[in-house]
């Protein structure tokens, strides 16, 4: 991990890594769920991190609208991802520890991205 990460992003790059551990796990995603509901989670996971890292690249000074648009897309799909391990829940695929958990992870890095989105603006 390079230092330089901010932790929104080290934190996205933790989270991409549980949800593609979770779902990749047949014995509880099932293969029924695999197109409509694994795909689209592992992919929301993986967006947000390449979102947020590519905010984090572009220079504030002189593209600060499409550093804007990157962090709002990756809050953006925190909410799906949110509505997908809901759904989970939902489907009895997942537990409610489970879902807490994976639910906390996403919603920290959603609130650190508002966050980080907001200091932006201001400056």
Known sequence: MAETDLKVIL???????HTLRVTSNCNRYPKKYRFSLVDKMQ?????????????????????????SELQTKAIAHCDELLFYIELSYKLNI??????????KMVTDIKH???AWRSKDKKR
């Not at 934190?11 to 890594?17: I, N, S, T």
């Not at 992919?43 to 600060?64: G, M, P, Q, V, W």
Request: hydrophobic share 35%; net charge negative.
């Open 94 to 103: 997942i537990n409610d520890k489970s879902m807490g958990y994976w639910s």
């Open 112 to 114: 650190m991205a508002i």
């Open 43 to 67: 992919n929301k996971s993986l967006e947000i991190y390449e979102h947020l890292h590519e905010a984090n690249r572009t220079d504030l000074r002189e593209y600060a609208r499409e550093r």
């Open 11 to 17: 934190k996205a790059k933790e989270l991409a890594e």
